[in-house]
């Protein structure tokens, strides 16, 4: 504990609701420690919430701000005007960083103080720091990532009992793991904002999360987990960010993995990120993605670090032009009339496109029949013309549904 002769390390707390909360709780438990490290005494100077405390005053007591309020505004405003101010803000914010990132980090530098948003992609998962120090000279391929836990805990469950996805969300919903509108956690918009920020980091490069393509697991039955496990695939919601000719990639979809993927055992709740490089091979760093106490503790590493050494984020070197069409093996789903020469004439419009079978299974008989196969690597594009081609076949009882595969394992 203090003995009183250490200098107070004031901090302007932004927000005081489950990170909030859970900030100001951790920070009281660990104050002592962190005195000893530092040589100072952080504490909360003042709180700002809708209902409590003035932003003005709350600035004005501080010598960092930490920014958990979410959301665009005025969480933008206060971190600017932050910064401004001299302050160093550390945020949990990726919808901030996501859509404003540059003009953030702009006024870092500007500034000359620290931005720092650890607890902004996969909660305590240390990636950030791990991005902008540990790799800071690797030439990085691609990364891929499980960052929405939501989603994760949704489609392990699915695996897991066979349940639907309606079930499986509501599940989400009771243990506390899916909020009470899960829309932007399910139609992938959340992990997207993720991305932008991961590969604005990791390849140099502008990224807002309008140039980030995404789609959800809304879609997904419980039968797709059910055949795609006999080809021995599970379905994760995966972030890419990847090099691709000359340009950068980055999307979010779901995609199934085979066992040997490092992301392929990431269950539950849980966060992952995989760094793929030459000198490296391949990374990751797994972890809880969320909760009140995990995020704080990522909010609190932020705060101690930007009390010892500066740091900050610099100005991009690269303009990467985004590239929205790329390969990827596809997983393909299909309810079929049960007569002779269906599969001759799928394999036929498909080889016209150019897509290759690597594997197919075929299941039910009659009114139940159907192809599950995995495709080999395609170019989007051909695949989804395809796909539309087979969809509008007499013999087809239903739309077919086609899923990326990551083809990949590090052994
Ligand atoms: N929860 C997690 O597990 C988690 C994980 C990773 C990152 N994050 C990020 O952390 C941030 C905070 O999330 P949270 O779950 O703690 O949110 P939350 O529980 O909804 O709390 C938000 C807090 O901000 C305050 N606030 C909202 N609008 C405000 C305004 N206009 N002016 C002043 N105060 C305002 C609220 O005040 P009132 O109390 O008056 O409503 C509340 O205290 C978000 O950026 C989120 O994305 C959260």
New binding site residues.
């Given amino acids: 504990m203090s003995d009183g002769g250490s200098q107070p390390f004031r901090i302007g707390l932004?927000?005081?609701?489950?990170?909030?909360?859970?900030f100001a709780e951790l920070l009281a438990a660990r104050a002592g420690h962190i005195e000893k490290i530092t040589g100072l005494r952080p504490e909360i100077a003042g709180v700002?919430?809708?209902?409590?405390g003035s932003?003005d005053d709350v600035l004005e007591g501080s010598d960092l701000v930490v920014?958990?309020?979410?959301?665009l505004?005025?969480?933008r405003e206060y971190v600017l005007r932050a910064m401004a101010a001299g302050r160093h803000v550390v945020?949990?914010?990726?919808?901030?960083l996501s859509h404003h990132g540059e003009e953030l980090w702009a006024a870092a530098r500007e500034h000359a103080v620290q931005l720092r948003f650890e607890?902004?992609v996969a909660?305590v998962v240390p990636v950030i720091r791990v991005f902008q120090e540990s790799l800071a000279a690797a030439h990085i391929d691609r990364v891929h990532g499980i960052v929405n836990g939501t989603t994760n805990f949704i489609l392990s469950e699915m695996a897991r009992t066979g349940a639907t996805y309606e079930d499986a969300l509501a599940e989400a919903q009771r243990l506390g793991y899916a909020e009470a509108d899960p829309t932007d956690d399910v139609n992938g918009k959340d992990a997207a904002a993720k991305m932008a920020i991961l590969a604005r980091l990791a390849f140099d490069t502008p990224v807002h999360l309008e140039q980030v393509v995404y789609e959800g697991i809304e879609h997904i039955t419980a039968d797709d987990m059910e055949y795609a496990r006999e080809l021995g695939l599970g379905l994760k919601l995966i972030g890419t960010a990847e090099r691709v000719d000359g340009g950068l990639s980055v999307r979010v979809h779901p995609a199934f993995l085979y066992g040997g993927h490092p992301l392929a055992s990431v269950s539950g709740p849980f966060n992952a990120v995989t760094v793929e490089s030459d000198a490296i091979t391949e990374i990751t760093m797994s972890g809880p993605?969320?909760?009140?106490p995990?995020?704080a503790s990522?909010v609190l590493g932020d705060v101690i670090s930007a009390m010892i050494p500066p740091a900050s984020t610099p100005e991009t070197t690269e303009r990467l032009e985004i590239v929205e069409d790329v390969e990827s093996a596809f997983y393909l789903h299909m309810e079929v009339a049960d007569r002779p020469g269906v599969l001759a004439q799928i394999a036929q419009v498909l080889g016209l496109q150019g897509a290759s079978v690597k594997s197919v299974v075929q299941k039910g008989l009659g009114e139940n029949a159907r192809l599950v196969m995995v495709v080999h690597p395609i170019l989007e594009s051909k695949l989804f013309a395809a796909v539309d081609l087979i969809g509008r076949m007499d013999f087809l009882r239903a739309p077919p549904r086609a899923i990326r595969v990551i083809d990949e394992t590090f052994e």
């Avoid at 920014?67 to 959301?71: A, C, K, W, Y």
């Avoid at 945020?91 to 901030?96: D, F, G, P, R, S």
């Avoid at 993605?289 to 009140?292: K, R, V």
């Fill in positions: 932004l927000g005081f609701g489950t990170v909030g909360a859970a700002l919430t809708r209902s409590r932003f920014e958990v309020i979410g959301g505004e005025p969480a945020t949990a914010n990726k919808q901030l607890a902004s909660g993605g969320a909760g009140g995990q995020t990522a």
